[in-house]
């Protein structure tokens, strides 16, 4: 038989038990902490982490302010680890207080973490990440941090139905179940083992663990057998059938008072089984499930007062005690017919005010359903979450009160769900009108319409007479048209709705455009060369490459190019084809507004020394000193800075000098140098 001993009374007062929270006991009898799971509807709502003694007694409480938090562990010098969902981990001392943080890598950052488990070893306190992308990271002592990444499992197609942490050859390594496989990885290799004398029986594992020793290891299979054995799995201890095939809550390793023999508990929901090296179990049925239907049978009978005292009596949890009595009083409560909507609204918001947990849409909902609709609504005032208020707003037909409370809650996808509802419920008409009433809404449905739905986008902007929009509109649609006709249609159309808003910049830009357009392919039938869709720039760089030198200088008139673009373009295009006799020409055309070192440079960029040379007499003083060494002129440089007792190119020119070569002219220029006044 296995016997249930009441050690101590915790002296925490858990409101919601241990539902939905994170929980982490450090080992050896340490401290406890507890994180409530993080909302993921209402990222805003801020968890409180709590840390109590191994009796229950408060040691710490803060409300969490980082990121999702995906596990908790201790370390063995009792600090606690809180790994978040983006691989950092920060680290607490048992009385709250932050000590530091570290990460996990950049890849564990944008894979994002999947499963996470902590784990003593000889070396220290150790983390291992299954990352997104279903590679495992490894950092064996936090305290000296070195990332290992493991070697892929071969045919990983998702989450392993389990894995966890073994301490073997002195190094730490994984051991992965994948459907029928297991495989051991360690810092270079991925290994497939097989358990000796495993139950043919067995499909997969679904469940293992590992002593705390590391010497011996369990595996669930999903047959109902456990495996028992050494860790390195060479050798069975023992297997024996659970008779029992679902996956269970937890699974630990244990030694029985009185035996030397190692054990395995399994836990699942009512039941508790001690597994050794025996063919026989001890099971252990627990008794709150007979707690429960005893409430649940005073609750049918609607003996409430006498329910809740005995919760209370026998301290069950809140969440499973006296909230779910007062949810069920509440569900009576509202079908009763005798008593106004005001009068059971206010009895009920007054008898669950301190109740953790409470559902108030439930107990809406089952007004609703007997025929009371606005006392479904003054309940629903209480609910504090709008996910579970708009709903049954919906339902009831409440549309306007639903859109709006989705956009008091802040939640986006939210609103988006009963903007889509309303959508398809109501008339098209009526839907524009609700949504022009709630700007919010109206903006995201816009933003909705931009991805999905051109068309009702432009019916919107049309029935608000913004011809701003109307206009960009038509811009971006003109660009997913391959008829040239139909772009210019929908420009022109552009042009009159920016024209309507007294936008004549836009107005002029677009009408410009079609002009481009319009030129780009008469020059196409013409020259049969593609240009339809280019720039302005880009137009012009291809006939001038093409040689089209008579067109290139109408589309620089037409469109007003400012001189220098121009110049730039057409000195870039001409050295591009290594015509140099027209980029002579072009010098000569009249006075380069980017002046003539650009000549030279392009020259040389070239590789044509040549022609550069030509230039460099037409070169602006100031620059003379920079184009005569572009052309490996340093006599001509010298000249120059001389000329211009600048002290900077005179040094510049010495720089370039020889000292064994151009002797004479060093002595010249430092001479000259010695002359420049001094600023």
């Not at 023999?261 to 499930?289: N, R």
């Not at 569900?331 to 059971?344: A, F, G, H, L, P």
């Amino acid at each position: 038989c296995f016997c249930y001993i009441e050690l101590y009374e915790m002296g925490w007062n858990l409101k919601d038990g241990l539902r939905d929270c994170l929980v982490a006991a450090a080992p050896y009898g340490g401290p406890i902490a507890l994180l409530k799971a993080h909302n993921r509807r209402s990222p805003s709502a801020r968890p409180q982490l709590e840390i109590f003694s191994s009796s229950g007694l408060p040691l710490a409480s803060f409300p969490w302010k980082s990121g999702m938090v995906k596990q908790l562990g201790w370390t063995v010098s009792d600090d606690l680890l809180c790994v978040q969902e983006d691989g950092t981990v920060l680290v607490y001392d048992l009385l709250g207080g932050f000590k530091r943080h570290f990460s996990m890598g950049n890849e564990v950052s944008q894979s994002q973490v999947l499963e996470t488990k902590i784990f003593h070893s000889p070396y220290g306190t150790g983390v291992a990440i299954l990352t997104g992308a279903l590679r495992f990271t490894l950092a064996t002592n936090i305290d000296d941090i070195k990332l290992r990444r493991l070697p892929e499992v071969p045919g990983l197609q998702g989450a392993p139905s389990c894995w966890a942490v073994l301490t073997q050859d002195r190094q730490s390594k994984v051991l992965v179940a994948s459907g029928p496989h297991l495989f051991i990885l360690d810092n270079t290799a991925c290994t497939p083992v097989t358990p000796p004398g495993l139950s043919p029986q067995a499909s997969s594992i679904v469940h293992m663990c590992v002593s705390f020793s590391y010497k011996y290891l369990a595996l669930l299979t999903d047959s109902g057998h456990v495996w028992m054995g050494t860790s390195n799995l060479k050798e069975k201890l023992s297997e024996v059938d659970t008779k029992i095939k679902g996956s269970p809550k937890q699974m630990a390793w244990c030694r029985r008072p009185k035996s030397q023999q190692p054990s395995a508990v399994v836990m699942w929901d009512g039941l508790l089984l001690v597994v050794g090296e025996c063919k026989e179990t001890i099971q252990y049925h627990l008794e709150d499930d007979s707690i429960l239907v005893l409430i649940d049978r005073l609750v049918y009978r609607k003996l409430y007062l006498l329910a809740i005292e005995v919760c209370r009596y026998l301290k069950t949890p809140e969440y499973q005690g006296v909230s779910r009595v007062l949810k069920h009083w509440a569900c009576y409560k509202v079908q009763q017919k005798e008593e106004s909507d005001e009068v059971i609204a206010k009895a009920v918001s007054v008898k669950l005010a301190d109740a953790a947990g409470i559902s108030y849409s439930e107990i809406a909902t089952k007004a609703y359903e007997s025929g009371r609709t606005e006392l479904a609504i003054k309940l629903l005032e209480f609910e504090p979450r709008s996910g579970e208020q708009v709903p049954l707003l919906l339902k009831m037909k409440k549309s306007p009160l639903a859109l709006s409370k989705a956009i008091e809650s802040g939640d986006t996808d939210l609103v988006y769900t009963v903007v889509m509802y309303l959508k398809n419920e109501l008339n098209r008409g009526d839907f524009f009108m609700m949504l022009r009433n709630q700007p919010v809404a109206l903006s995201l449905y816009k933003q909705f319409c931009k991805h999905q739905e051109q068309e009702t986008l432009k019916d919107l902007f049309n029935q608000d007479d913004d011809h701003e929009e109307l206009g960009n509109f038509y811009v971006k649609a003109s660009y997913k048209e391959q008829r040239l006709e139909a772009r210019i249609a929908h420009l022109q159309s552009a042009v009159d709705e920016y024209y309507k808003a007294k936008n004549e910049f836009s107005a002029k830009t677009t009408e410009d455009e079609m002009r481009l357009l319009r030129f780009q392919r008469k020059l196409e039938e013409e020259k049969d060369e593609q240009l339809v869709g280019f720039s302005l720039q880009d137009t012009m760089t291809t006939l001038l490459s093409v040689g089209l030198h008579k067109h290139a200088e109408q589309l620089y008139k037409d469109f007003r190019m400012p001189d220098k673009r121009f110049w730039w373009l057409k000195l870039k295009a001409l050295a591009e084809k290594e015509d140099w006799e027209e980029l002579e020409k072009f010098s000569k055309s009249k006075k380069s507004p980017i002046g003539y070192l650009p000549f030279v440079e392009v020259c040389i960029k070239h590789h044509n020394k040549c022609e550069a040379r030509k230039y460099v007499a037409k070169v602006s003083p100031e620059q003379k000193v920079k184009a005569h060494l572009a052309v490996g002129d340093v006599e001509g440089a010298a000249e120059a800075a001389i000329e211009r007792r600048n002290e900077s190119e005179i040094s510049t020119v010495l720089s370039r000098c020889s000292a064994t070569t151009d002797h004479l002219l060093v002595e010249r220029l430092n001479r000259a140098k010695a002359t420049v006044p001094k600023k």
